[in-house]
């Protein structure tokens, strides 16, 4: 069985580099480090296009910073020319107007590209804005209602609801 790695060269050798332009896609997430209990930014890195569909690397990071980000996101593809469209969740990291991920890609790229923010994300910005203006803010990491619907669950008769 072929090593990680030698697989990953692999199917760099074998990418077929496409006329078309590319849109790139990230998410960073912190997720638990495979040889141990600590835990470690990574960053899956996505290209997209006419008939392209491409994981570039999942990227472990020293810290989730725009700048850190937008290095793995220009990994050694030489896909950098093709590249016209950024996708992304809407986090300041990838926003920010100087250190975001988008406008450093921007610098380094020399060049403006198309800004598609993650439509699930802004979506999840107006349904937080309208719950923050029917409860109320709350700096607490968990809506006490919340949890306790989430408690309260199991007992609950759900054949009396319907959507």
């Known amino acids: 069985m072929k090593h990680r790695s030698n697989i990953f060269q692999q199917l760099k050798t074998e990418f077929q580099e496409p006329n078309a332009k590319l849109t790139v896609h990230w998410d960073g997430k912190l997720l638990q480090n495979l040889t141990g209990k600590e835990k470690v930014d990574r960053l899956p890195v996505i290209v997209s296009g006419e008939s392209v569909h491409q994981l570039l690397t999942v990227a472990k990071l020293a810290s989730g910073t725009g700048e850190n980000q937008a290095d793995a996101v220009l990994e050694d593809w030489g896909l950098a020319d093709k590249v016209s469209a950024m996708c992304f969740d809407t986090t300041s990291v990838n926003t920010g107007?100087?250190?975001?991920?988008?406008?450093?890609?921007?610098?380094?790229?020399?060049k403006t590209l198309l800004y598609l923010a993650c439509r699930h994300h802004i979506m999840e910005l107006i349904i937080g804005a309208v719950f923050e203006k029917c409860m109320g803010f709350s700096s607490a990491p968990e809506v006490l209602l919340f949890k306790r619907f989430q408690a309260y669950w199991e007992f609950i008769d759900k054949l009396h609801y319907g959507l």
Request: proline share 0%.
């Open 97 to 110: 107007k100087n250190n975001g991920t988008c406008a450093l890609l921007e610098q380094k790229l020399d």
